[in-house]
């Protein structure tokens, strides 16, 4: 049987960094934060606590996430002095890449004071991803005079070729080019009071996934999660699963190109454009076989036996290997003193092997109600007839001849 790839988990934290908005001494504000499983395998782990003025109020502590599961969590900041504070939140689990994750938290604390103009709190940006519908709050404004107007500040640069900002401070659009950006955002208030700040935005690639098969067999290959449309485009580092399922008659063997092994299940990380292909092969034992066998030889009581008639195999191949049930009529029971038949009646057993080209070695053995005949043999397939000679392991040879059904 193929043996199966390992599979592994590997864990996501965003975002990197929580910006709290300017806070009054002794007033809260709050930030969000995603653990996501992005791996193969369960994902165990824990959220660490953390010191005043920050806290975790939701989604702390442990968890146990199966592939594409989340948790989410939220950090709160309530400063009880003004100043700027800074901490950092850990997250460990078993993940064999990055066991611990981290999010740095930065909070600002001020006095209970009556602010001038428009304070302006920009987000961390999620990356965007070329070709891909991108859609993100820029900020925060406070203070001031609402209502606020957002406008791009040129002067420090421009957004990605084709995001747009509206004047809620909402970015939108699909960018064409990766790349990381920086373009300055400016807030108005209602009596003309300004301010800007400096925001950047990273345009990660996509790539492409190309999945083929070869082989003298047939099958599918199916990619989870499908991928951006119009299909099997990925972000620069995703993790996409692979599996192949062979067709009737067909075994799966192995991966080339951008992946490898003969698990049927694998997984890529995209780096950059791949290209995959699943090999199958022919199963051509595989199916019911009927027809005739013989054997003679002396047995364990010195008497000379002659076995056969119907003979029928059972066979299931993967790659070339194959195994499977065989039944048998025919096999003799001989008086010890005399020789002479006493019974004759059928019997059941297991058969393995391998194949190689048309050549069949295996072995098989047929359980009577009296004795288990075991045989080694090789046998030759044309077409769909399979003829062979084999051997007792205490003597004797016979053959045998099934046609499949």
């Not at 109020?57 to 948790?71: D, E, H, M, Y």
């Not at 989410?72 to 504070?85: D, E, I, R």
């Not at 659009?173 to 955002?185: L, R």
């Amino acid at each position: 049987m193929p043996l199966q790839a390992k599979q592994n988990p590997f864990i996501s934290l965003s975002p990197a960094q929580v910006t709290f908005k300017v806070t009054i001494v002794g007033s809260v504000s709050t930030g969000s934060f995603t653990v996501k499983n992005i791996g193969t395998a369960k994902l165990i782990g824990s959220v660490g606590s953390l010191a005043s003025p920050f806290e975790v109020v939701k989604g702390g502590g442990a968890f146990s996430l199966k592939p594409n599961q989340t948790v989410k969590g939220t950090v709160q900041f309530k400063p009880l002095k003004a100043g700027t504070f800074s901490a950092v939140l850990q997250v460990k689990s078993n993940a064999l890449s990055l066991p611990t994750v981290k999010l740095n938290l930065t909070g600002l604390g001020k006095g209970n004071v009556i602010t001038k103009g428009p304070i302006l709190v920009l987000s961390p940006l999620p990356h965007a991803q070329v070709g891909q519908p991108y859609g993100q709050q820029v900020g925060n404004t406070t203070g001031g005079t609402p209502p606020y107007a957002y406008t791009i500040a040129t002067a420090s640069g421009f957004p990605p070729i084709g995001i747009l900002m509206d004047a809620n401070g909402y970015l939108a659009g699909t960018p064409s080019i990766a790349g990381t950006y920086t373009f300055g955002v400016s807030v108005t208030d209602l009596v003309a009071e300004e301010t800007s700040k400096t925001a950047t935005l990273i345009v990660d690639p996509v790539y492409q996934l190309t999945l083929g098969t070869a082989g003298t067999g047939s099958g599918t290959v199916t990619a989870d999660p499908p991928g951006f449309s119009p299909g099997l485009i990925y972000a620069k580092g995703g993790v996409v699963t692979l599996t192949a399922t062979p067709d009737a008659g067909s075994s799966f063997a192995s991966w080339s190109g951008g992946a490898s092994g003969t698990g049927a299940s694998t997984f890529v990380t995209m780096s950059g454009n791949k290209t995959v292909t699943a090999t199958f092969n022919t199963s051509p034992l595989t199916g019911t076989w009927m027809g005739t066998w013989a054997w003679s030889g002396q047995g364990s009581n010195g008497c000379t036996f002659s076995d056969g008639g119907s003979f029928a195999l059972t066979l299931s191949q993967t790659g070339t290997s194959f195994s499977g049930s065989t039944t048998g009529a025919g096999i003799q029971t001989r008086d010890n003193s005399t020789c002479a038949v006493t019974s004759t009646d059928s019997g059941a057993g297991s058969a393995s092997g391998t194949i190689s080209g048309s050549v069949v070695t295996l072995s098989f053995n047929l359980a009577g109600s009296v004795v288990t005949l075991t045989f080694n043999g090789t046998a030759t397939l044309n077409n769909n007839t399979l003829t062979g000679t084999f051997v007792r392991s205490t003597g004797g040879s016979g053959s045998f001849s099934v046609t499949k059904q």
